[in-house]
T-cell receptor
Framework: SQQGEEDPQALSIQEGENATMNCSYK?????LQWYRQNSGRGLVHLIL?????REKHSGRLRVTLDTSKKSSSLLITASRAADTASYFC???????????FGQGTRLTINP | DVKVTQSSRYLVKRTGEKVFLECVQD?????MFWYRQDPGLGLRLIYF???????EKGDIPEGYSVSREKKERFSLILESASTNQTSMYLC?????????????FGPGTRLTVL
C-alpha cells in the first residue's frame, strides 16, 4: 500500500530559483524523511522531520510537516544544476521498522 | 561514512536462470532491505531482515527469496528469473538505535532478464 504521494511528478526551473515539492500520506507517522536520487544511482538521505516537529532546516533545504493535513513540503532554495535529481518522501507507520516511499518528484534545474 | 555495496551495477540474465544479488554493509546495522524500483511505481519493498537469519516479506515477495547468514550481508535470490523481474534493485541498511530511522542505500543493480 502506497503511503507517500509526491506532487508534482516533474518540475523544471531555472538555476537560482526555489523548488518546492509536496508529499501527502495516509496514516499516522513517527517521522517523515526526504531522499534524493541521482539518475541511475541509489537514494541519499536528506532530512528527517519527526511528527512533533513543524519545520526543519538543513543548509538550503527547508522541510515542513502538517500532521493535521498529513502533508509535508520540501523547499530547495537558490537551486543549482547539481540539484537535478528525483526526490522521494518516505514515511514509517508508528512502530514499523520499514519505510514506504512515494513515487518521487523529478526535478530539473536548467542553467 | 556508512557504506552499502551491491555486487553488480548491471546484470543481464536469461529467463529461467537463478540470480543472486548480493548486498554488503559495513556499519553493523541490524536491519537490511531489498527494494525494486520501476518507472511510475516508485520503490517497492521486496523483503527485509531485522537481524541475522531473520526475514520478513515486504509488499511484493512473490518470485523472490532472501538469505541473511551474516549480519553484514543480505542476498536477494530470483529462483527462476522472468522478464517481469527486469528492474532496478536497491539494497538498504538501517541501525535500530533509538531515534535513527535513516536508511542507507547501495548504488543499485540494474537487472535485465531476456
Amino acid at each position: 500500500s502506497q503511503q507517500g504521494e509526491e506532487d508534482p511528478q516533474a518540475l523544471s526551473i531555472q538555476e537560482g530559483e526555489n523548488a518546492t515539492m509536496n508529499c501527502s500520506y495516509k496514516t499516522s507517522i513517527n517521522n517523515l524523511q526526504w531522499y534524493r536520487q541521482n539518475s541511475g544511482r541509489g537514494l541519499v538521505h536528506l532530512i528527517l522531520i519527526r511528527s512533533n516537529e513543524r519545520e526543519k532546516h538543513s543548509g538550503r533545504l527547508r522541510v515542513t510537516l502538517d500532521t493535521s493535513k498529513k502533508s509535508s513540503s520540501l523547499l530547495i532554495t537558490a537551486s543549482r544544476a547539481a540539484d537535478t535529481a528525483s526526490y522521494f518522501c518516505a514515511t514509517d507507520g508508528q512502530g514499523a521498522q520499514k519505510l514506504v516511499f512515494g513515487q518521487g518528484t523529478r526535478l530539473t534545474i536548467n542553467p | 561514512d556508512v557504506k552499502v555495496t551491491q555486487s553488480s551495477r548491471y546484470l543481464v540474465k536469461r529467463t529461467g536462470e537463478k540470480v543472486f544479488l548480493e548486498c554488503v554493509q559495513d556499519m553493523d546495522h541490524e536491519n537490511m532491505f531489498w527494494y525494486r524500483q520501476d518507472p511510475g511505481l516508485g520503490l517497492r519493498l521486496i523483503y527485509f531482515s531485522y537481524d541475522v537469519k531473520m526475514k520478513e516479506k515486504g509488499d511484493i515477495p512473490e518470485g523472490y527469496s532472501v538469505s541473511r547468514e551474516k549480519k553484514e550481508r543480505f542476498s536477494l535470490i530470483l529462483e527462476s528469473a522472468s522478464t517481469n523481474q527486469t528492474s532496478m534493485y536497491l539494497c538498504a541498511s538501517r541501525t535500530t538505535d533509538r531515534g535513527t530511522d535513516t536508511q542507507y542505500f547501495g548504488p543499485g543493480t540494474r537487472l535485465t532478464v531476456l
